[in-house]
């Protein structure tokens, strides 16, 4: 069974006397990041990555985008692609051998380190450390579930990795397929043009960013602080350190003990 994928980047409109659907897909560009995206909405895609930075970068080929309509798999000639919980219970979930199938056919050809996983609230949460590990890939599969979620066979037969949003459950994993793919793509080189930027950002230091300031210098009776108008990169350097601690141990103790754990000696 062939799959209708739609394919993202390096793209330009031009004029044709072709009906869109007969063009060629867009070819795989060699040694270029790809994410694939396996849903039963692929019209929800590029979204919101096809605007700003991740949108530029999908346009001039520094990544890639691959959408696999999962009711191509679908049963029947409704192309059912789900069924009631065994044991009984509310909603619907996700077949297994639709899954299968759908599976298969979308990891065929990947090669090098290409992880699969499926959005899930009762996955790991997402982090920076998790993003930048999958910036470090060839590509990954993300599984976007709907209804009660998929089978668990499905699950363990593939070692899928699970992965969560956060401690909430959605109407499906579209969205958070998407923010997964933003917080990934912005760290591969040359999207956001300044790599500075991602190195001095929440998270990249184990700390939360430091306040930013910009024109005009004053706004409602509020001056930038004076140190940051100073020109002293050094006592710039401080307060922002300074800040970045201050600010982490008021929010996220959990992360401010991590960072303390991290500066005692061995």
């Known amino acids: 069974m062939t799959a209708q994928n739609k394919s993202h980047g390096r793209k330009a409109l031009r004029p044709s006397f072709k009906p869109r659907e007969l063009m060629t897909p867009t070819p795989d560009l060699a040694g270029v990041w790809k994410a694939k995206v396996m849903t039963l909405f692929p019209n929800a895609f590029p ?14 080929g ?6 696999v309509d999962l009711r191509q ?7 059912n692609v789900d069924d009631t919980p065994a044991g009984g219970g509310a909603g ?20 090098g380190n290409w992880p699969l996983i499926y959005l899930s609230p009762r996955g790991r949460r997402m982090d920076q450390r998790l993003m930048q590990d999958l910036a470090g890939c060839d590509g990954m599969t993300l599984l976007c579930g709907r209804f009660e979620g998929v089978d668990e066979r499905v699950l363990q037969h593939y070692g899928i990795l699970e992965v969560s949003l956060g401690d909430f459950v959605m109407t499906g994993g579209e969205i958070a397929a998407q923010a997964m793919i933003d917080a990934t793509v912005r760290l591969i080189p040359g999207v956001l043009g300044n790599q500075a930027s991602t190195e001095e950002e929440s998270f990249s230091s184990g700390l939360l960013e430091h306040p930013q300031y910009t024109r005009p210098a004053e706004w409602k009776g509020q001056s930038i602080p004076d140190v940051l108008m ?3 990169h050094g006592k710039i350097a401080e307060w922002r350190q300074k800040m970045s601690e201050e ?15 991290r500066q005692k000696p061995d």
């Open 92 to 111: 619907m979930v996700l077949r297994a051998d639709v899954l299968g199938n759908a599976i298969e056919h979308t990891m065929a050809g990947t090669t």
């Open 62 to 67: 520094l990544w890639q985008l691959e959408t």
């Open 247 to 261: 600010i982490t141990q008021a929010r996220r103790p959990d992360l401010w003990q991590s960072h303390v754990n």
């Open 47 to 60: 979204g919101i990555l096809g605007e700003s930075l991740t949108g530029r970068a999908l346009q001039e």
């Open 230 to 232: 100073s020109g002293h």
């Open 73 to 79: 798999f679908g049963i029947g000639k409704h192309r």
